[in-house]
């Protein structure tokens, strides 16, 4: 029998998983990972655009009072994804107040959330030493840890895909709370981001199942209550609207998301269309340096021989397998829609860590741990001058942080490659993304240097514009401009026409690129001033002009 079937999975559906000691421990050390990678500097970088405002921005409206039903952003309605999501970022806004720090948190929770959830997993299928890499490799992946510190849905939709997968195998095996645990993800999962998210998970279940040529069969009841709790959760949201808007205005609402957000994303990439190759550098740049592992990972998991049925190794391969096919043939494609398949491989690839340093006495294989080295270092050297312009470049190097970070990288290459031990190479990997993380905030000002100017674009049209001002932009209207004026904003095509938004007692206060605004005759820019906001970034590419309320009301 091959060693991973023993101990937990020997124990049949009807027995109870206890966590010894180590396991608890091992959990703990995985929550201080976990909050010093995902927490750390969480506000420190103003949100991304374009997405993160749009989250955040109808979110904070919610926390103010706004409506809980229809989420709004820049006075118009935003009903393209569910509501979920946004009622947990405006939950956390209005506990800790208006600021991106409370924006991101609902994912960094997300994030630990799925980190812990998969270790327990693994503890409990393979053993706690399985359990503890899995948390570890799964926090350690940099784009795993990239979306846990940004307030999209993807990490949220990811912990509720984990959890109904672990959910469903835990009904497979006799569990009927569990088939309700896996209903009740599913729903939340869609009342999150609709179809999308249910899709490539359900495909993967149905072809596990067939794999294994098993019949799970559930009681009646559990599969009605499961369908009932289902149907409640996803359905929620759409059976409000449709009392909100009516039948013929919810029928046109449906058909359009449907149509335009799930089908016409999966066929016709009407947005981000990318060719089928595309995830494949993403899941081994975004998975470095743990996509090494799966060359010996892939194999165990085809190797289920010895391992009783229902086979978790292959369902899990299935799962990852199925999320990058499904999402390589749709048209449409981002780097964050391939996340979900990040669990499943992390579990395999500590599962066959696991068994390999147990056979070893905790040593890592020679041809993996060369490699590990190897490419850290080459990695490093051929970055390291490469990287960005010079003032990225420099500001970085004056962040000490930085410094620990490459310590922490050599270190984690020695160990790894010469002295092959596990936990000292993973111990040093989270020292060195913690280190970076630290020196990515000190220099926050010039990497996202563009994130800045559009939050100052933001916060300096609101500066003028006072409480009655009409706020204009000329060009191309950025949503993180919106956040940050925190006020409705119009968009026109020149200075011409952003002077009919001029009002009586109200001054109208435009934002204009500048080179657009050289570009204007100077008779129309005379009926304008420029001025300087209090917080003025070097190189501002933005000119902020205002103009007198409009006489008579005009």
């Known amino acids: 029998m091959d060693p991973l079937a023993r101990a937990p999975l020997a124990a049949g559906a009807g027995s109870r998983w206890r966590p010894r000691r180590g396991t608890l ?13 995902f927490l750390r500097d969480l506000g420190s970088i103003p949100l991304f655009d374009p997405d993160e405002p749009r989250y955040a921005g109808p979110a904070r409206e919610m926390a103010r009072g706004g409506d809980l039903l229809v989420p709004r952003l820049n006075g118009e309605p935003r009903l393209e994804k569910p509501v979920l999501f946004y009622w947990l970022v405006a939950g956390s ?5 208006e ?32 359990g503890l890499l899995s948390g570890a490799i799964l926090a350690l992946s940099p784009l795993f840890l990239a979306l846990s510190r940004v307030a999209v849905t993807d990490m949220t939709v990811t912990l509720l895909a984990s959890l109904a997968f672990f959910a469903f195998d835990a009904a497979r095996r006799g569990s009927g709370r569990a088939f309700l645990g896996f209903a009740g993800a599913l729903g939340l999962a869609a009342a999150t981001k609709g179809p999308p998210a249910l899709a490539p998970l359900l495909l993967s279940l149905a072809a596990a199942l067939l794999l294994d040529r098993e019949r799970t069969r559930f009681r009646a009841g559990t599969l009605a209550a499961g369908a009932a709790l289902f149907l409640a959760l996803a359905l929620a949201w759409p059976a409000a609207l449709l009392l909100r808007l009516g039948a013929e205005r919810w029928g046109e609402w449906a058909g359009a998301v449907v149509g335009r957000e799930s089908v016409g994303r999966f066929l016709g990439g009407y947005r981000h269309p990318q060719p089928p190759t595309f995830y ?31 086979r978790t190794l292959l369902a899990l391969l299935v799962w990852a397998g199925t999320t990058l096919v499904f999402f390589s043939v749709s048209r449409s494609k981002l780097m964050p829609y391939v996340l979900p398949a990040f669990p499943p491989l992390a579990i395999l690839c500590g599962a066959w860590l696991a068994k390999e340093t ?3 006495g905790r040593a890592l294989p020679w041809r993996l741990s060369g490699a590990a080295a190897g490419l850290a270092l080459l990695l490093g050297v051929l970055l390291a001058p490469l990287f960005g312009r010079a003032a990225e470049r420099d500001a970085l190097l004056r962040s000490p942080w930085f410094a620990a970070g490459a310590a922490g990288v050599a270190v984690f290459a020695v160990a790894a490659g010469i002295y092959r031990r596990v936990p000292h190479a993973l111990a040093a990997a989270g020292f060195a993304f913690s280190s970076l993380l630290g020196a990515a905030s000190d220099a926050a000002p010039v990497l996202f240097h563009e994130n800045a100017r559009v939050a100052e674009t933001g916060r300096a049209l609101a500066e003028f514009a006072g409480q009655q001002g009409a706020l204009v932009v000329v060009g191309r209207l950025r949503t993180g401009v919106v956040y940050y004026a925190d006020r409705t904003v119009a968009k026109e095509r020149d200075l011409g026409s952003a002077l009919l938004h001029r009002r009586e007692g109200a001054p109208l206060v435009v934002a204009v690129e500048r080179k657009r605004l050289d570009a204007t005759p100077p008779e129309l820019r005379g009926r304008f001033r420029e001025v300087s906001p209090s917080r003025r970034l070097p190189g501002a590419t933005t000119a902020i002009l205002v103009a007198p309320p409009a006489p008579g009301g005009v």
């Open 280 to 310: 494949l550098p993403v899941l081994l740049g975004g998975f470095f340096p743990w996509s090494l592992l799966l060359l010996g990972a892939i194999p165990l998991a085809l190797r289920t021989r010895g391992e009783p049925r229902p």
């Open 25 to 37: 421990l091992g959990g703990g050390a995985l929550l201080l990972l976990c909050a010093a990678l």
């Open 99 to 130: 600021s991106e720090f409370a924006a991101r948190l609902p994912s960094a929770l997300a994030g630990c959330a799925t980190v812990l959830a998969t270790a327990a997993f693994a503890a409990r299928r393979f053993g706690g030493r399985a």
């Open 93 to 97: 806004i209005r506990v800790l107040g």
């Open 358 to 360: 147990e056979a070893r």
